[in-house]
């Protein structure tokens, strides 16, 4: 779903563009080639939807790293798009060409200055069902998308945490986890 909204400043115009899944990156970064400003929303944690949990997709059947990698390095170079994961559009108003919209971002717990070592899963001992998996799996509290994650950074569900809990930030010589208060 895409569609053109006033941006954060009330002044320019973005396009919104609503799922960072394979369709939605090449809507993004299509109409940013074109000139257009862009803010893109996806409401997990990762920009690449089902794809990127697949072994190989249609049509040329090769593994999601290959397709997905691409468009994340031309989402990275591009400085018209805005990402936003764990977002959700929670109020759309307006007509056509003059939309406002409000969007509601979930805390990461994780700061960019994760490097994805692996050190934070390794100490976890709270697991959440696997949203790769459908469910059917589970996964560390602390985790990130396979090596093919973007943006490159672990998520940590607060809620899945013994209150006492802190060893993942414990362990993270970055300092990239925030700790709980």
């Known amino acids: 779903m895409s569609m053109i909204t006033e941006s954060s400043n009330g002044n320019s ?5 609503i799922g960072g899944g394979i369709a939605g990156l090449t809507a ?4 940013s080639e074109t000139g257009l400003d862009v803010i893109l929303i996806e409401k997990s944690p990762y920009l690449g939807g ?13 593994p999601p790293s290959c397709g997905l990698e691409i468009n994340f390095r031309r989402l990275r170079n591009n400085p ?7 977002a959700e559009l929670v109020k759309l108003e307006g007509s056509e060409g003059n939309y406002d919209a409000a969007i509601r ?9 994760c490097t994805l070592c692996g050190d934070c899963a390794d100490v976890c001992h709270s697991e959440i ?11 560390k509290a602390v985790h990130a998308r396979r090596l093919a994650a973007f943006p ?17 930030a414990d362990v993270c010589k970055y300092g990239a986890i925030l700790p709980k208060v």
Not at 80 to 86: A, F, G, K, S, Y
Not at 105 to 113: D, E, G, L
Not at 152 to 168: F, K, N
């Open 28 to 31: 993004a970064l299509d109409a």
């Open 105 to 113: 971002i979930a805390p990461r717990f994780v700061t960019s200055a």
């Open 80 to 86: 018209r798009i805005t990402v936003l994961t764990q």
């Open 129 to 139: 069902a696997d949203p790769l998996e459908f469910g059917l799996t589970k996964t």
């Open 152 to 168: 490159p950074t672990y998520v940590l569900d607060r809620d899945a945490c013994a209150t006492d809990c802190h060893a993942c």
């Open 50 to 62: 089902r794809v990127a949990g697949f072994h190989n997709y249609f049509p040329k059947l090769c």
């Open 13 to 17: 115009k973005a396009l919104l563009v």
